[in-house]
């Protein structure tokens, strides 16, 4: 299968902070998810992204799919960020591939 | 927005017994899944669906584990005999041809 691995692992932010976080595959993909696991478990979709770069509102993505790797990055973070983010590869057809996530505190 | 949605929210079950999670998918979407996360772990496959049949399936995916679309808008995933280890958060996605896949809220499953 693909290996998927997201850094850092855990990150801190003060209010109004910027972060990147990254996300690193083995294989070559089509299809690349960005979501936010809120506190109830539920996975929102941020970013649909298989390669270039997109925006909304304060966060932006960017898929590198040569090299292999896709950054997301959080501008001027709230609290309401705080969550676990995950990044999710998919060949057509076959399954998606989790990363072990990040897990994001914002703290007043 | 089209949603994926999930029934029930939350279900506890004892040990042994059958649970059957239900989810509907955004109509007109072609492929399903379901995953699982175990408390605090990484989500995890379980079982993908195209054409009415399992396309793939992950070493979770026992005897225990079967999946059904019995009426073109449900898409149904059913434990024989629940274990703990089966308890979880499940949750149910679906994709259309080269689009983003939308998971549903979830089904926390608690076996006691």
Redesign the interface.
């Known amino acids: 299968g693909i290996q998927v691995e997201q850094s850092p692992p855990d990150l801190i932010l003060q209010e109004g902070a910027n972060s990147t976080l990254r996300c690193n595959f083995s294989d070559s993909v089509n299809?690349l998810?960005w979501?936010h696991q809120n506190p109830?478990?539920?996975?929102i979709?941020l970013f649909?992204i298989p390669s270039g770069t997109k925006q909304n509102g304060r966060l932006s993505a960017t898929t590198v799919a040569t090299e292999r790797y896709s950054l997301l990055y959080i501008s001027s973070s709230q609290t309401t960020d705080s969550g676990v983010y995950?990044c999710?590869v998919?060949r057509?057809?076959?399954?998606?591939?989790?990363?072990?996530?990040t897990s994001l505190t914002v703290i007043p | 927005e089209p949603e994926v949605t999930q029934t029930p929210s939350h279900q506890v079950t004892q040990m042994g017994q059958e649970v059957i999670l239900r989810c509907v998918p955004i109509s007109n979407h072609l492929?399903f899944?379901w995953?699982r996360?175990i408390l605090g772990q990484?989500?995890?496959?379980l079982v993908?669906f195209?054409n009415n049949e399992i396309?793939?399936k992950?070493e979770i995916f026992d005897d225990q584990f079967s999946v059904e679309r019995p009426d073109g808008s449900n898409f149904t995933l059913k434990i024989r005999s629940t274990k703990l280890e089966d308890s979880a958060?499940y949750?149910c996605?679906s994709r259309g041809d080269?689009?983003?896949?939308?998971?549903g809220?979830?089904t926390?499953l608690t076996v006691v």
């Open positions: 299809n998810q979501f109830w478990g539920q996975l979709n649909y995950f999710a998919e057509v057809g076959n399954q998606f591939y989790f990363g072990t996530g | 492929y899944y995953y996360q990484k989500v995890e496959f993908s195209y396309s793939e992950s958060m949750f996605a080269g689009t983003e896949a939308f998971f809220q979830g926390r």
